[in-house]
């Protein structure tokens, strides 16, 4: 069966697309400013569950998810758009109200203006399509076809927190969770994205290539490794598991969650060495190097080096 | 029970939203130009019936759908992006590609160019919401809320062949759908967004307020009249039935039709009477005038005046 990434790939080349493919569309805005327009669908049961998360959380995620693939271009989101189908039950509470709420409270975070949106009907299940509109500086945002040979790859924060949160949620009964769950599931429910962070890495020329690390760290760096034709090989030991994982999961595990579970995220980019002297490695986990062997992404686990599927969330 | 446009209203007003409530939102963009955005969300058996429509028709109408709102801001639309969220059982066939392909057919006679979206697995219903991003003269966006009274309310084409189409869907089979009845399905599946006739209205600064039928007559023209704090007065004689509904239903029914059925996607504007100099009446239906008590439209039917209500569709 066929992917979504390949479906993507035959509605590009059918119909001669050429913004398609990273984490914002880049269109002209004036002389010195390009505009970035992202949308991100979340359906319930496919991409949440109502049980597991509050309305505001909701609302909170559906902002975050848009803002993050602004994020990951290194740009400055300004306007949005929330697009709800509700079903009738939800309609006659105060869930979505509720919702906006949350919703509101990050984008008051970074100053980010609801523009517009639609409402509509659902027959069972609630569909939120989340758009958000930026700027980033004419010809600067970073897109993921611009990693080379050389550059080391870097990721921001620490990775596997989130997928650890669903684990988690699947196996306990809410009302019976214990204090220390509460970090993986709030990286699941309430993800922060990394603006002032993507801002950073375009305004001091580091970042050569960049992706939100939202399907999950074998997925989204073969996404950078394929728009940029390039290869990379990484460490498991440099990965920055989640610590707050140790508690639940074995080692093994937790790095499975790292590198396969999505939805930290975190910003994951490539950097020339030259360039990384701007920065302190502190901030960023440096795991490994851009290759010349276009398509191949190699992981090094103890003494073994094995190839890394992308193994992380797909739809199809 | 509150309305979905009660909740609007509470949401302009929680957050202080200033460019929500017109067709679309209108965004600086440069020194000469403004960004008009809209999104349009479709549901599955509430917007549309798989079984009454093709892959490609629904493509066209996803799209035409937010061109119409586009159109009646005076705008030209430039960039879309589609989001999806499919169930598995269509996307084992070939529905998407249909889909994209009825899209885009639409798009290439506007020059619109898709820029990105998303792809989702749905648990149950084909969900679709459409964005369309276009460009305006600054400060030239034809809103709601320009009519004066004395202004005459114009609108396009014919109406209530959509809403016609629908009650033929309705009680027809469709392997015995008769050729008479495919005119108003036709206008209810594929509609033609009227966005040259909205930049014809917009550069010879004709239209003092604008919105496109989406809603049906009584309601869209409502949403005028709240936007400008006017009132109106049409005349049942003047509305342009659509001649196809002959056939099948009675002048009253056929009226009804008219006045609440949606989905005509034609254009309703107000025009002082010095501005429509500048145009033929023959292409547009003069059906009444603005009036000055706020809030009321009324709607003369042979000898009687009767308040007309906003009947059109609403989700809640």
Redesign the interface.
Known sequence: ?KT?FE??Q??KK??G????GDD??V?P???STD?L???????????FQLDWTTPEFLGHKALAVSLSDVAAMGGNPV?A?L????P?GL??TDF??RL?AGW?ELAAVFHV?????????????L?I?S?V?GNVEKGKAVLRSGAKPGDRIYVSGRLGGAAGGIQLLRSSKQMSMQAEERKPIARLLRPLPRVELGRYLLKNGIASAMIDLSDGLSTDLYHVCEASQVGAEIDASLIPVDTDLNEFFGSDQALALALNGGEDFELLFTASPESTSAFSSKEFSHIGTITDKSGVVELTDRDRVVALRPSGYR??
């Open positions: 069966m979504e479906f993507i035959y509605i059918s119909f697309l050429r913004a398609v914002c569309a269109l805005k004036d002389d505009m327009v992202t949308a991100d669908l979340l359906i319930e049961d496919i991409d306007w758009m697009t709800v189908g509700v009738t309609w006659n979505l109200k906006y509101h203006e609801l523009v517009g949106g639609d409402l509509s009907r659902s027959p069972d299940k569909v399509d758009i509109g739809h199809f």
